[in-house]
Structure formats: structure tokens, C-alpha cells
């Protein structure tokens, strides 16, 4: 029995010995500093040369290609009259990593909405209206001095965050700010 045990022991370890990573793409920017890596397994959205955009699990990366697995899903009507969503199927799509033109990285930004300025426009419009409708409620003169310099300020701060909002732009990792690698782990 001891015999045994040893036997399932070594052979236990010698299997975890030939395990090895598979081959994946690396996103890095022109500096050379490591952005994201992708690899069997990881989810991933991307465009094609093409144009077409696919996103979804990754299947497999080796001999220079990747293949990601996008599934089919549809909406249809049911007998009732309501809307069920269901999935048709997948397709695996396999292509080089040199013709992927785009990755779209989902990195978390903090404070996101300050930066594209949603916050300024909703605080702004939002302030305008609750006093418009205060001041109906309340039968008092919309066109009061003080009343309409708080009014300018909400519009002032809306006006910035629309100005933020349009100035604000959304990383996508392509062109020449950043470069994708195959990095080849198997023989």
C-alpha cells in the first residue's frame, strides 16, 4: 500500500512538471510598458482589418493565430406576445494577429463620469429645472436678479460638462500608440 502511495506521488508530480503555458498576445505601448495580456480563456474585443468588430472567449493561440468564439444571440417574439432572448449558436473565428487593428481594453477609469463630464451636465440641467419648477410652484419671478444669476451658474456648469464631455476622449489601443505581439511559449 505504501508502495503505492508513492507510485501516485511521483507520478502526480512529474504531470503538474510538464505543464506549460500556451502562446498569447501581448497589447504594449510604443515604450515598450506591458498594457494587457490575452490569452486561451480570456475575453477579448477586438476589430478586424475588416472592420468587423468580435468579442468573446478565446478558444485557442498558436501558430500565429488567435481564434476567439463569438456567439449568435437573437431576440425573437413569443406566442404571448412578449421577447425572449436566446442563443442561436457559436462560430469560432480564426485569424492572424497582425490583422487585428483594434483592442478594445477595458480598463476601469476612477472618477470616469467627472472626466467625461456627465456629472457637471446632470447637476447643472438638473439644477435648472428644480428651481424652474420651484419657482412655478412657489408663483415666484423666474426673472429675479438673484434667481437668474443661480440659473447661469447651472448653465455654466452644464456648459462645462458638455465641453468636457466632448473634449474627453475613449482609449482604444490601436495605430501607433500601441503595438500587439504574439509571444510564442510552445515549441
Known sequence: MRGLFILLAVLAASYSGFSQMSDFISLKRTNNRH?????KGSRIELQHVNGQVISGPIEDVRND??????????????????SKVDTLGSMVYG???????????????????VRNGAIFMIGGVGY?????????YRKEPIGDADNLKSLAIAGGVAGGGFLLNRLHRYREKNGKKYKINYVKMTN
Do not use: C, P
Not at 493565430?65 to 412578449?82: D, E, K, N
Not at 485569424?95 to 463620469?113: A, L, P
Open 65 to 82: 493565430s488567435v481564434f476567439v468564439r463569438q456567439w449568435h444571440i437573437v431576440s425573437y417574439i413569443t406566442q404571448l406576445g412578449t
Open 128 to 136: 435648472i429645472v428644480l428651481n424652474v419648477l420651484n419657482g412655478w
Open 35 to 39: 498594457v494587457a495580456s490575452y490569452f
Open 95 to 113: 485569424f492572424h494577429y497582425q490583422e487585428i487593428f483594434r483592442i478594445f481594453h477595458d480598463k476601469r477609469q476612477s472618477w470616469g463620469f
